[in-house]
């Protein structure tokens, strides 16, 4: 990459706050969340010359589309500003990021808002799980269940199970991991969730089974929320710093980024990979592709990562596609404390989509804005002592659309 693209700074929303119990609704969180993110950057609504909105479900969650025109019509400073709305399932924030850094490097644009946003929580759950199957091909996946997420994934357990040999104390583990640096997590929906005894094992009563493969403790949290941040170009970035008295220092970059796509169905992925190294090989090139932007060699660089935990299981893939271990063998990460809170790699210590929640549209900007605050000291109870470079892991549906970025500091 030739042209770095830096993060001024972001905000998130409570992800434990259920807007429609106060009456609010989408649009509040997108007016939080973007005088939120100005206010933390300390840049001015009039210096921003692009918005993207990363959403997924808005017409089937709240009727709502055309959100790319909602940030201006709750913060009318940006009446003007061009802006557009971007959709990939779970993924869809970070292809609004992916877009917002086209523009700055092409250089139509030095400073451009992002945001995701979604909600969930005004509607049943078995209604807001039926509109989430939009992100399946819808008739066609040949799944037959109750809940089509949670047999998808259960699905790729099985799969492991099959090509490697899984045992599923280590998602266990990885789900116990991930509430427990939930509670640290100030803005993490599950921060005060209490469980009982036992209730990370395969105990049907105190972990139940929701679809074969699939237990209550490894499901992520759909939930409420917004997270938007402020990207700007080398030069806007240093007379931001200059301008600011120095305060922001050393300023997060996205130093490196990939995005690949397969098609929408899980059980095509699992044939074309038959015989291959790894379960999804795009996700590995998605990784690789990120790295080489980065010039760097691969996760042995990392201080940490940021990875789609919507079940235990993608996050176990991820493991060992981000090779922390050889491929079918991610529980010797688990097993090692490689992952966990002090080890060589820790994962999501945000607690994650398992343990942070979840609002799809908002997951990508999330991810990012964490790992900005990791390698620039911010991030608080949940820091990993020294970071200097995160790299995240967002994916869309089964795996159809994934995008990761590389973040680091680097002097404004």
Not at 195 to 209: M, Q, S, Y
Not at 316 to 339: C, K, N, R
């Amino acid at each position: 990459m030739n042209s770095p693209v830096f993060i001024l700074g972001g905000y998130q929303t409570d992800f434990a706050k259920v807007w429609s119990r106060q009456g609010q609704d989408i649009s509040d969180m997108v007016r939080e969340a973007t005088l939120g993110a100005l206010d933390a950057s300390r840049v001015d609504a009039a210096q921003v010359q692009s918005i993207h909105v990363g959403n997924a479900f808005g017409e089937l969650q709240r009727q709502q589309a055309h959100l790319g025109a909602m940030v201006a019509q709750v913060v009318p400073e940006l009446w003007g500003v061009p802006a557009m709305r971007h959709e990939g399932a779970c993924a869809s924030s970070s292809l609004a990021v992916l877009t917002a850094m086209a523009e700055i490097e092409a250089g139509r644009y030095d400073c451009v808002l992002v945001l995701g946003a979604e909600e969930f929580k005004n509607t049943p759950g078995d209604v807001a799980s039926q509109n989430q199957n939009a992100a399946a091909w819808q008739g066609r996946e040949d799944i037959d269940c109750t809940f089509m997420w949670p047999a998808a994934f259960g699905l790729l357990a099985q799969e492991y199970e099959a090509r490697y040999g899984l045992d599923r104390q280590y998602l266990n583990r990885i789900a116990e991991i991930n509430y427990a640096n939930a509670r640290r997590n100030p803005l993490a929906q599950t921060r005060r969730w209490q469980f009982e005894p036992g209730a990370f094992t395969d105990d049907d009563a105190l972990n139940p089974v929701i679809e074969p493969g699939t237990r209550r403790q490894d499901c992520g949290q759909i939930t409420d929320g917004a997270c938007a941040v402020l990207l700007a170009s080398s030069d806007f970035a240093k007379a931001h710093a200059a301008r600011t008295g120095g305060r922001l220092g050393q300023l997060p970059v996205i130093a490196g980024w990939g995005h690949r796509n397969a098609g929408l169905r899980l059980k095509d992925k699992f044939e074309r990979s038959r015989g291959q190294p790894y379960v999804f090989p795009h996700v590995r090139q998605t990784l690789e592709d990120a790295w080489k932007r980065a010039g760097i060699g691969g996760a042995q660089d990392l201080s940490g990562i940021e990875t789609h935990d919507c079940f235990t299981t993608t996050e176990y893939m991820a493991i060992d596609h981000f090779g922390l271990t050889p491929p079918g063998q991610s529980w010797q990460a688990v097993e090692s404390g490689l992952i966990a809170p002090g080890g060589a790699c820790p994962i999501n210590m945000s607690g994650g989509l398992i343990g942070a929640g979840h609002p799809v549209g908002a997951t990508g900007t999330r991810m990012l804005l964490d790992a900005a605050r990791q390698v620039t000291g911010q991030a608080g109870d949940c820091q990993i002592e020294g970071a200097r470079r995160l790299q995240t892991l967002n994916i869309g549906g089964s795996c159809a659309t994934v995008v990761s970025f590389v973040v680091e500091a680097q002097p404004a």
